[in-house]
């Protein structure tokens, strides 16, 4: 299957679903002015209609980064709860690395990223997840923050090759008011 590399500027967002669109408008309400969501607010004001399916990413170091929050819509998809774990632990570091290339951008540039791909679930069955980032600010020397959303859009009948990422076959910037990188993300299989 051959994926797709796009910016918001050359993508609608008709690609993303109402619960996706939901979670950024959500996102966005918690701004004020042009500032970037804090963590704390983003924790202390969820949206109930997403809140399952809401997670947190810590970017600990450059090959760390630790789920600090994992909403319960997750912890059936994985079968576990990963909270406190870094994504590293919980699948495959060499996946990890390359997967989250692109969303430790997000809190750098300011940008988000949205995307969609094939995982494997706890029960060993082939989904459709769709996923978004976005940065959250956090206090003075404190590790930089994502706010997560994934969305499943329902198995089939396979049997999953794997638990976690299988491909991504659609990624996009989203342009939050400060432009977006000049690369795409890149699409891939594992």
Known sequence: MTGTNKSI??????????????FYEHWQGLRKGNDIPTSENFLDSPNTRVQSNTFIF????????????????LVMIWGRDFTGLSVEQAFSHTIALRYLTHP??????????????????????????????????????RAPRIGGFLNWHGTSDTEASRLGLIQLTE????????????????????
């Not at 500027?9 to 939901?22: F, G, N």
């Not at 600990?60 to 319960?72: H, I």
């Not at 989203?174 to 594992?190: A, E, L, R, T």
Request: glycine fraction near 8%; charged fraction near 25%.
């Open 171 to 190: 990624r996009h910037w989203i342009d939050i008011g400060s432009g977006c990188p000049q690369y795409p993300p890149d699409v891939f299989s594992v």
């Open 58 to 73: 810590e970017l600990e170091a450059e090959d760390k980064t630790v789920f600090r929050l994992v909403g319960t819509e």
């Open 104 to 141: 430790k951008t997000c809190p750098s540039h300011p940008c988000g990223l949205w995307e969609r791909g094939l995982f494997g679930d706890a029960r060993g069955r082939e989904v459709t997840l769709e996923l978004m980032y976005l940065p959250l600010l956090t206090q003075q020397n």
């Open 9 to 22: 500027e050359d993508s609608s967002r008709a690609d993303w679903s109402e619960r996706a669109l939901i």
